[in-house]
């Protein structure tokens, strides 16, 4: 879909260096349950994602619902994603704050927010293999308690930012509550994952003009609300066309049924006639 190649380069020497380290602080079982978790199609180089769910192994066999390979098996065709054309951003000393990124482009974007309440198993294979674009805003609590989940995640293209320390609504409060909200979660999140969080996500999208303020100067470019929420496989749109619009951003959470989100997140983005992109190619 939309990581570019360079991106997806970088994740397979990023999960070389993960297979390397590995192999000498963790345990078996983690070892082996990551080569399993990218295995490849038999006919894929060992780097590159099946392009379509038609190369998997059980292609021939139905797979089974709820399965990996159902899921796979489910994922539409999309056309191919346009080349990025990053958005303008303000010079103002505080983050823009969107419903939606400001393109024309025919993309639409995944967002998948929180981290403590619930981490599917298969969600990094499903990524990688249908290469689907995610960016987690992560509350750093839950980042620091699961760091090889997420970790996954990003070797498997998705990108990690910032969505505050305790989860509090931060409208209202101090500039310097904010920022140590705001500062503290960039801070433990680039530590480890070993990036700088460039997008800020406010708790229940609560904000005010103190958090673009605060946000920016965490090194947030942008804060990003959502103009569709996605809950046990059904989009509900917060906009009046009730369809994805192009920069469209779709807000789901790290719940048990986050393998169907994602899924009826990639099928309305499809019946728009757009493909899944990823933000942080938009905004640099
Ligand atoms: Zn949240």
């Not at 399993?36 to 192994?57: D, E, G, K, M, Y």
């Not at 980042?143 to 070797?155: G, K």
């Amino acid at each position: 879909m939309s990581a570019t190649p360079a991106r997806r380069s970088l994740a397979a020497v990023t999960l070389l260096a993960l297979l390397v380290l590995s192999g000498c602080t963790a345990g078996p079982t983690l070892h082996a349950r990551r080569i399993s978790a990218h295995q490849p199609a038999p006919s894929a180089s060992p780097f590159a994602p099946s392009a379509s769910p038609s190369t998997s192994p059980s292609a021939t066999a139905k797979p089974a619902p709820g399965s990996l390979d159902w899921y796979l098996s489910q994922v539409p065709t999309f056309p191919e994603a346009p080349p990025p054309q990053p958005v303008p951003l303000p010079t103002t000393g505080a983050a823009p704050f969107w419903h939606r990124l400001p393109t024309d482009q025919k993309v639409a974007f995944i967002t998948i927010d929180d981290g403590g309440l619930a981490r599917p198993s298969e969600v990094a294979d499903f990524v990688w293999r249908a290469r689907i674009p995610v960016t987690m805003f992560l509350n750093s609590p839950a980042a620091e308690e699961y760091p090889e989940y997420f970790r996954q995640i990003q070797v498997a293209g998705g990108v990690v930012e910032n969505h505050t320390i305790t989860h509090n609504s931060l409208a209202g409060r101090s500039y310097d509550y904010q920022k140590r909200e705001i500062c503290g979660a960039a801070d433990k999140l680039e530590a480890l994952f070993g990036k700088r969080a460039t997008l800020f996500r406010p708790p229940f999208g609560e904000h005010d003009s103190t958090t673009l303020k605060a946000a920016h100067d965490c090194g947030a470019k942008a804060v990003l609300h959502w103009t569709e929420t996605v809950h046990e496989g059904k989009v509900r749109y917060q906009t009046p066309e009730k369809v994805v619009q192009p920069g469209d951003v779709l807000l789901m959470h790290f719940r048990p049924a986050l393998m169907d989100d994602l899924l009826a997140a990639l099928k309305a983005i499809h019946r728009a006639g757009l493909t899944p992109a990823l933000l942080e190619d938009y905004v640099l």
